[in-house]
C-alpha cells in the first residue's frame, strides 16, 4: 500500500515540476520576468521534491530559490 502511496505521489509530481520548469524557464527568456514567482515556483518545487524523497532535485530547487530571493 505505501509503494501505491508513492507512486500516486510521484505521479503528480511529474506534473507539477514540469509546470513549475517550464514557467521559470519563460520567466528567465521574458524580457520582464516576474521574480517574485520564480521565486515561488523554486521553493513549491523544493517542497514537492522533498515531499517525495528527491534529495537532488530539492538542492536544486534550493539553490534556484537563494538565487531569486528578494
Do not use: C, Q, Y
Amino acid at each position: 500500500m505505501a509503494e501505491d502511496i508513492r507512486k500516486l505521489l510521484l505521479a503528480a509530481f511529474d506534473v507539477e515540476h514540469r509546470e513549475h520548469v517550464a514557467a521559470i524557464r519563460g520567466a528567465l527568456g521574458s524580457a520582464t520576468p516576474d521574480w517574485n514567482d520564480v521565486f515561488r515556483r523554486a521553493h513549491s518545487l523544493k517542497g514537492a521534491s522533498r515531499a517525495v524523497d528527491l534529495p537532488a532535485v530539492e538542492a536544486v530547487a534550493h539553490r534556484l530559490e537563494t538565487l531569486f530571493a528578494s
